[in-house]
Nanobody, 121 residues
Framework: QVQLVESGGGLVQPGGSLRLSCAAS????????MGWYRQAPGEQRELVAT???????NYADSVTGRFTISRDYARNRVFLQMNSLKPEDTALYYC???????????????WGQGTQVTVSS
């Protein structure tokens, strides 16, 4: 199993910044992609940003230029630096990982429990 634990959410004023962190643990051989998704009330979950094992990143158009995803490959962690936050960024943010389990060739897709980000004055 893969466990993902997020941290760093909170309440911030428009224009402010937050940094989300996610740590993966479990019987992991290697992690391919890690990323962040978000879900606002009444909306579907959407991709925010991903980073693969080679360091290539992908961002939603709505966050490009404001958010930066990074990864600590040695510690199986992923981060999301969020700057110039807007009220429309308010959502529950989920960490995601695609991991190959130890002793197998199979991959698992894991999700964290989510961390709330609220942007409001």
């Amino acid at each position: 199993q893969v466990q993902l634990v997020e941290s760093g959410g909170g309440l911030v004023q428009p224009g402010g910044s937050l940094r989300l962190s996610c740590a993966a643990s479990g019987s992991i051989f290697r992690i391919d992609a890690m990323g962040w998704y978000r879900q606002a009330p009444g909306e579907q979950r959407e991709l925010v940003a991903t980073v693969n094992s080679g360091g290539s990143t992908n961002y939603a158009d709505s966050v490009t230029g404001r958010f930066t995803i990074s990864r600590d490959y040695a510690r199986n962690r992923v981060f999301l630096q969020m700057n110039s936050l807007k009220p429309e960024d308010t959502a529950l943010y989920y960490c995601n990982a695609v991991a190959q389990m130890s002793g197998t060739t199979s991959y698992r897709v894991a999700w964290g429990q989510g961390t709330q980000v609220t942007v409001s004055s």
